[in-house]
């Protein structure tokens, strides 16, 4: 596969999101997950995707098993803040302060049977702690050998502008599909005027730009996505509009509605890396197969027609209020 460049970190030009594995949607299988893991390194994707508060702290284990003997083949991205006490539950609160940021990073590399991150983000910007703070301790540990490259996830453009004065910020991670296109306001301007590179997670809007889902009743009864304002009740019936217009586009061009989501993705700029996320190998084959499909300016044209800025109905999460700060 490909690779690209987030900033000076050079990574497989599609990565593989791994929260799904262990957290929020569903039922999970560690077995087939491990697998699929082992599949995407043996295939060429070698960025992956994971966060403390995945399970929590399960995601990375599972992370940890499937890499172990293979660390060498491995770009590890994972990330802090969203904290998570002593029992290991989530307490709600987003900690950004310097000892929570070491306490974390301990239990990242124990659980990913590591000595060093790849890419270490802050998963979500603490309201209650100055930026130049978490990126001061951050910087700390880069010296230290502990991490190689710092991200931000979720963070607003002068939120990322007093971070990059601190320590260079490698990757921004935020959510980014064609029907999540809000970064084009001033976000993905922001990055590429300081050397930033951008992470997109969620490229396949949670599954649904894969035009597989055609109920919430196609969500398992734990599933997170049941809650989330976009897949409930008239704003799934109308994102399903959004659906069928790219799943029309993919047909004429051979391929799937996710495939078309992910090429669209790639090709806004090379700075870009997407991460879809996915639990079955043939979805995870589908995804890469997408690299490598080409779109025309006229593809591109339609695909923008198809979704537009702000075709989406509802908010991405029920609560907003940690996202773009």
């Known amino acids: 596969m490909q690779k690209r460049k987030l900033g000076k970190l050079e990574v497989s030009s599609l990565g593989l999101g791994c929260m799904g594995m262990s957290a929020f949607y569903g039922s999970h299988d560690d077995n087939e997950s491990i697998k699929v893991i082992q599949y995407a390194l043996d295939h060429g994707v070698n960025f992956l995707d994971t966060a ?30 969203n904290e998570i006490d002593e029992q290991g539950k989530r307490t709600g609160k987003i900690n950004g302060k310097p000892e929570y940021i070491r ?7 124990k659980r ?35 991490v ?27 959510e980014y599909s064609l029907w999540s296109r809000e970064p ?4 993905l301007a922001t990055v590429r005027e300081l050397g930033i590179g951008f992470v997109p997670y969620s490229p396949l809007g949670r599954g649904f730009l894969t035009g597989q889902i055609k109920s919430p009743d196609d969500f398992e009864p734990d599933d997170s ?29 051979g391929c799937t509605p996710g495939q078309i989501a992910l090429a669209w993705l790639l090709a806004q700029g090379d ?6 996320g996915t639990r079955h190998i043939n979805y995870l084959q589908e995804n890469i197969d997408a690299v490598d499909i080409q779109l025309t300016d006229v593809d591109l044209r339609r695909i923008d027609e198809a979704a537009p800025k702000g ?11 940690t996202v773009n700060r």
Not at 59 to 79: D, F, P, S, W
Not at 152 to 168: G, N
Not at 225 to 253: H, T
Request: zero cysteines; charged letters at 30%; hydrophobic letters at 35%.
């Open 52 to 81: 403390d508060m995945y399970g929590p702290w399960t995601n990375e284990e599972l992370v940890g098993r499937a890499i172990k003997g293979r660390r060498e083949q491995v770009i590890i991205a994972t990330k802090f803040g």
């Open 103 to 109: 306490k974390s990073i301990e239990g990242s590399l």
């Open 112 to 146: 990913l049977g590591t000595d060093y991150i790849d890419l270490y983000y802050q998963h979500r910007v603490d309201p209650n702690t100055p930026i130049e703070d978490t990126i001061n301790e951050m910087a700390k540990l880069v010296q230290e050998g502990k």
């Open 148 to 174: 190689r490259y710092i991200g931000l996830s979720e963070a607003a453009p002068e939120t990322i502008r007093r971070a990059a004065k601190v320590h260079t910020i490698t990757a921004l991670q935020t």
């Open 184 to 187: 084009e306001d001033e976000i």
């Open 225 to 253: 996505r049941r809650n989330w304002p976009r897949f409930q009740g008239e704003n799934f019936q109308k994102n399903l509009e959004l659906v069928d217009r790219v799943k029309e586009i993919a047909n004429e061009k």
């Open 271 to 276: 700075d870009i890396v997407p991460i879809p």
């Open 311 to 321: 075709a989406a109905h509802g908010d991405r999460y029920p609560d907003m209020s």
